[in-house]
């Protein structure tokens, strides 16, 4: 149902700032091309990012324009960190999650192995954060409906901030 209408925010009625905080977003992301805010917006955000990206998610398959830009990122000083658990739910997506960890770590990339499996999936970019139900990969965001909250600062920013410590012990 949602997949034919003109976009998931429509269909939703999301307005901007309707039942958030001042300064906070949501942000949908589906399969179809039109649904990809949160898509866009990590794309954006890691190659505008200046100091530190962090991902946290179970499952972390980034496809290959993502992959290019954490690159670039990491090339041009930033720090990335990805974190996810060392084993997940499904198996099968614990190979698919390790196929990038190579290249990643190869260009400076730290990934985290949490021992304890968990299912949170947030983003920390520089100041900038989201935080739902979207696991940042291209299986997520291509076959997926999901729906994030993200914005700059704040208490959200610190909670996020304690949690990926707390993970990465």
Known sequence: QLASHISIAETLAIEEGVG??????????????????????????????????IIATPFFFPDRVLMRHIILARQHGVSVEIITPLRTDKPRYDRFRAVPMPLLRKHGVRWYGAQEYFHTKFCIIDNHWTFGSANFDMVCMQRNYDLNVCGQDGPALHTLEVCAADLKK
């Open 20 to 53: 958030l905080p001042s300064g906070y977003r949501l942000l949908v992301s589906g399969p179809q091309k039109r649904d990809q805010e949160l898509y866009q917006w990590l794309s954006n955000a890691v190659r505008r990012a200046q100091e530190r990206i």
